[in-house]
Every structure is written in structure tokens, then in C-alpha cells.
Nanobody, 115 residues
Framework: QVQLVESGGGLVQPGGSLRLSCTAS????????MNWYRQAPGKERELVAA????????YYADSVKGRFTISRDNAKNTVYLQMNSLKPEDTAVYYC????????WGQGTQVTVSS
């Protein structure tokens, strides 16, 4: 069974940091592009960051460039999103996505940035 299990979300003050993790199973992680999306209440889902197979490029939304870093560890079937200098507008449910023959989605993890 395909599973993408996320962890690391929570409540943090503005300017703080969080690291999200997503561990995948049931599909070929090593040959898949991995993405982080987020969706805030009343807003459309947006692509935050993406990382290709080892040796390919990364992508970041303009709103998070310089603050977020995506990485992957293929030996652990895990993709990470390091989030620094967090802002209230980063508050959203963050979803892990694996792109291969099909698109696979995690359950989402809540990130709340508030003082």
C-alpha cells in the first residue's frame, strides 16, 4: 500500500523554524519527483517546493525563496522541508506529494505561525 507519512508540523512564533519530514513507501521513491504543497483556509493549494531525482534541480515559490529548503534522503525514502524565518502567512496545511506514474499524497500536517 502506498503511504506518505508526514511529521514535524506544529505551532511556532514568527521568525521561528520548523522542519517537515515525509517518509514514503509502496512506490519507487528514488525515481520520483517530490513536492511540498500547502493550502490555507479559503485559498487554492499552491506548490511550495519541488525536488527532482538526485542530480536534478529544485524549485521554490517566490514567497518562500531564501527561507525554505527542500532536500531528500533516498536511503531513507524521506523528503524534508526546512522552514526558516516563518511568517504568519505561511500558516497552512502542508502536503507531501510524490510524482511518478501516479500522484501520491500525504495526509497533510498543520503549520501555524502565530505570536
Amino acid at each position: 500500500q502506498v503511504q506518505l507519512v508526514e511529521s514535524g508540523g506544529g505551532l511556532v512564533q514568527p521568525g521561528g523554524s520548523l522542519r517537515l519530514s515525509c517518509t514514503a513507501s509502496g512506490f519507487n521513491f528514488e525515481r520520483s519527483t517530490m513536492n511540498w504543497y500547502r493550502q490555507a483556509p479559503g485559498k487554492e493549494r499552491e506548490l511550495v517546493a519541488a525536488i527532482g531525482i538526485v542530480g536534478t534541480s529544485t524549485y521554490y515559490a517566490d514567497s518562500v525563496k531564501g527561507r525554505f529548503t527542500i532536500s531528500r534522503d533516498n536511503a531513507k525514502n524521506t523528503v524534508y522541508l526546512q522552514m526558516n524565518s516563518l511568517k504568519p502567512e505561511d500558516t497552512a496545511v502542508y502536503y507531501c506529494n510524490g510524482q511518478s506514474r501516479y500522484d501520491y499524497w500525504g495526509q497533510g500536517t498543520q503549520v501555524t505561525v502565530s505570536s
